[in-house]
């Protein structure tokens, strides 16, 4: 059975420091996916890695994925306040069309 | 392109009563899930469709009937609703595409409460 564990859930910063989030697989996967949610919103995707050594960078976020590791990380650079969200990594597992999903990281960046 | 469209946006059930959430996409994709996601957690999977005529289980199906009689809906379907089900739905489709994989695509939600 596939498991996905992100770390940490919760992450309070403050704006302009970096700061990384984990996220852990447990099966063979190649197939990583990045989302974003906003309080009482739905999910919107952020990144789509598809490879080992896939790296993606919008704006101030920067994801990878490791696939050798079973892990894929999201760099924040320089936080500011519009970051603040809740974000989900999700993993395809390796047949068949089903994301498992994380429980999710919040942060939350600080003036 | 609407995407993928939910109604209702909200809906107050009582214990016992029934109710179908409805879906539709219109990105011509065919792979539909239906999600619920509890206060401060993260998403389960319900239900899913890989076409037309074809549905199987998810994680959580149990109180849940779906159906997919056409490519663009996937009408999920609450028999006998509980306080246990009081969560917020979320549909999502996705094609399988090499750009892409199966990255996918969510509606607005349906914030459903049971009394």
């Known amino acids: 059975e596939l498991k996905v564990e992100q770390n940490p859930l919760f992450l309070s910063m403050q704006e302009g420091k970096n700061y990384t989030i984990y996220c852990n697989y447990s099966?063979?996967?190649?197939?990583l996916y990045w989302y974003r949610q906003d309080p009482g919103k739905s999910l919107e995707s952020l990144f789509v890695?598809?490879?080992?050594?896939a790296v993606k960078q919008e704006g101030r976020l920067m994801a990878s994925l490791d696939t050798k590791a079973r892990l894929s990380t999201l760099h924040i650079t320089a936080a500011v306040h519009d970051l603040s969200a809740t974000y989900f990594c999700a993993v395809n597992m390796e047949y068949g069309n089903k994301l498992v999903f994380g429980a999710g990281t919040i942060l939350r960046v600080k003036s | 392109n609407a995407g993928v469209t939910q109604t209702p946006k909200f809906r107050i059930l009582k214990i016992g009563q029934s109710m179908t959430l409805q879906c539709t996409q219109d990105?011509?994709?065919?792979?539909m899930y239906w999600y619920r996601q509890d206060p401060g957690m993260g998403l389960k999977l319900i239900y899913y469709s890989v076409g037309a005529g074809i549905t199987d289980k998810g994680e959580v199906p149990n109180g849940y009937n779906v159906s997919r009689s056409t490519t663009e809906d996937f009408p999920l379907r609450l028999e006998l609703a509980a306080p246990s089900q009081t969560s917020v739905y979320f549909c999502?489709?996705?094609?399988?595409?090499?750009?892409?994989?199966?990255?996918?695509?969510f509606g607005p939600g349906t914030r459903l409460t049971v009394l």
């Open positions: 890695l598809l490879s080992n050594g």
């Open positions: 990105m011509n994709h065919n792979y």
């Open positions: 999502a489709s996705s094609s399988n595409t090499r750009l892409a994989g199966v990255r996918q695509f």
């Open positions: 099966t063979t996967s190649d197939r």
